[in-house]
């Protein structure tokens, strides 16, 4: 599912890169109805439909037709093999079967499978299988047939009923837990190399090299082991190194702030290369920028008479307040401008309303020099995308209107927000924030870590 991006007709992918740092979206040439000589990166709707592309967008249908399958007999069957919410009208057997699925969140330790079966008429007796997937455990999985428990077989088996069916319900409840998974690879050496999962759910951590990767030959460019080391170290399970974000509270936390120069708009963005603060123009939507454009407002005060002056959203306020990089939690932006992983009292903040006093607006004031604020770059000339933030103090002549301004930022609704399948992972220089590989767009990514462990290290 990862291999469209987002919503859009025809923007498929021709291979899923699977190394350390990538993105979907980084291409060896431009789509030319061929592929190209270092295939990668998303096609065109129109103009990158070889073969292979085409095999890969046919096997969307699989989706659906692959869900249930028929056994024909003296007695019907029905086999589920997919938990995929849907509708089928069993003629064969006069039934129909509506399958519902309960939304998964990372913070979920079982996934739920509702199946209810009803008869359109002159109903007969069915025999209804229904898998048990391998990623489960049988141990604590329950399953209810109109609220009578019934024995569950193994896992990766079918769980088979015959009866006459009427009005009946099936609930089903699968034990959901992280997992690593080795590479493809039985040398001992790699034996460290795992992929993350949950339950079915391939994650990829976002990461990304310290330099800006625009093309595949140089993918690797910038890469250094602590973008992709796991700190496994007298960890017994995947607990202790992974745990579940809640996405629903820390989506309230994040933001983009955002200032206009001239006609163009730009955002406080965190730099992917050496973690400062820049600034940069508003991206595209699904872009890796986007994960850079949105941080993370810990220590925090709501203001809730903003929207009565205005403001399009509450604005953010209050003493000692921690910024931190959407894809590295637990680290913070120190005053700075870079990201450390145990901050001092140069992390804090000040979160005031906007020295331009327009309404919406936040000045984040250095909490160790007070009078100092994070500013825009100055200059006659403006700035550019990709100038680095600067300090700027108030003077004892007063504040030009100049100072104000680019002292000044609008709050906006985060350009990115947490997946509901969202972990974080600890690793051995800094977090990782995991999500479904099929979620990403253009995000850099890693799919395989190496879990660097005590046994490793000695």
């Known amino acids: 599912m990862g291999n469209q991006r987002g919503t859009q007709p025809g923007v498929m992918i021709y291979f899923l890169p699977m190394g350390p740092g990538r ?61 995929i919410p849907s509708t ?48 489960t455990s049988t ?26 069916w009427g009005d009946d319900t099936l609930v089903l409840q699968f034990p959901i837990n992280l997992r690593t998974e080795a590479i493809k690879d039985d040398r001992p050496e790699y034996a460290s190399i795992q992929a993350v999962l949950f339950g079915p759910h391939l994650l990829a951590g976002l990461t990304h090299g310290n330099k800006t990767i625009n093309a595949t030959e140089h993918s690797n460019d910038g890469l250094t082991p602590g973008m992709w080391e796991v700190d496994a170290r007298n960890a017994t399970s995947t ?9 629903q509270a820390i989506n309230s936390q994040l933001v983009t702030l955002t200032q206009q120069s001239g006609a163009q708009t730009f955002v406080l963005s965190v730099s992917a290369t050496d973690g400062t603060l820049t600034m940069d123009e508003m991206p595209a939507a699904g872009s890796d920028a986007c994960v850079r454009a949105t941080i993370v407002v810990d220590t925090y005060v709501v203001d809730s ?4 002056h205005g403001a399009a959203a509450p604005v953010l306020h209050g003493p000692n307040v921690t910024i931190a990089p959407f894809d590295r939690p637990g680290m913070a932006i120190t005053n700075g401008f870079e990201v450390k992983l145990h901050p001092g009292p140069e992390a804090l903040f000040n ?25 825009a770059p100055g200059g006659a000339r403006g700035y550019r995308a990709g100038d680095k933030a600067q ?34 992972a600890k690793g051995t220089e800094r977090s990782f924030v995991l999500e479904p590989l099929r979620s990403l767009q253009d995000e850099f990514y890693t799919v395989y870590f190496n879990l660097v462990t005590a046994a490793a290290d000695s």
């Open 23 to 83: 993105s979907k979206s980084i291409s060896g040439g431009p789509p030319s109805g061929l592929p190209p000589k270092n295939p990668g990166g998303w096609g065109g709707p129109n103009d990158t439909f070889w073969c292979c592309y085409g095999t890969g967008i046919e096997s969307f249908s699989k989706l659906g037709d692959t869900i249930y399958f028929l056994e024909e007999g003296e007695v019907p069957g029905l086999y589920i093999a997919q938990h």
């Open 139 to 164: 141990v604590d999985a329950t399953a209810t047939l109109n609220g009578q428990k019934l024995n569950l077989t193994s896992a990766g088996d079918f769980l088979t009923l015959t009866k006459l």
């Open 305 to 308: 008479t903003a929207a009565e």
């Open 239 to 247: 607990a202790d190194w992974i745990a579940a974000l809640p996405h």
């Open 351 to 375: 979160a005031v309303p906007g020295l331009d006093g327009l309404p919406g607006s936040v000045s984040l004031e250095l909490g160790t020099r007070p009078g100092c604020f994070v500013t």
């Open 391 to 424: 300090v700027g103090c108030r003077t004892s002549g007063g504040d030009d209107a100049a100072f104000r301004k680019a002292a000044s930022f609008t709050q906006a609704a985060p350009l990115r927000r947490y997946h509901p399948l969202s972990f974080v």
């Open 88 to 135: 089928f009208d069993w003629k064969a057997a006069g039934l129909t079967v509506v399958q519902q699925a309960k939304p998964l969140l990372s913070t979920d330790s079982y996934f739920e499978v509702t199946i209810s079966i009803s008869a359109k008429g002159d109903a007969q007796p069915a025999k209804v299988s229904v898998r048990i997937p391998s990623w």
